[in-house]
């Protein structure tokens, strides 16, 4: 059965830092592309970044550009978001997604969220 476990989330301060961890299995990990998505309070759900099953950066918002990090590790099925300097604009629920677009088949899995707060 396939899962995506997000883990990680907690309050911290602005300037502080946290890494997300999701831990994926029922799938082949390396062909699949995972996402970090975010969704603040009472907005709609965004891209963060992604990466390619080889490691390939597909996407980096402008707005954390510079400051988070994503990164996976596919000999232990994670991938991994590093989030520095955060600000309360972070704050959000955090879902990891892996996604693989294909002309036979396509498949789109999601995490159950981890919330982020940046607060004083």
């Known amino acids: 059965q396939v899962q995506l476990l997000e883990s990680g989330g907690d309050l911290v301060q602005p300037g502080g830092s946290l890494t997300l961890s999701c831990a994926a299995s029922?799938?082949?990990?390396?062909?699949?592309?995972m996402n970090w998505y975010r969704q603040p309070p009472g907005k709609g759900r965004e891209l963060v970044a992604g990466?390619?099953?080889?490691?390939?950066?597909?996407h980096i918002s402008n707005a954390v550009q510079g400051r988070f990090i994503i990164y996976r590790d596919n000999t232990k099925n994670t991938a991994y978001l590093q989030m520095n300097s955060l600000e309360p604009e972070d704050t959000a629920v955090y879902y990891c997604n892996a996604r693989r677009l294909h002309n036979i088949e396509d498949y789109d899995y999601w995490g159950q969220g981890t919330q982020v707060t940046v607060s004083s």
């Open positions: 990466i390619a099953g080889t490691g390939r950066i597909t």
């Open positions: 029922g799938f082949t990990f390396s062909d699949f592309t």
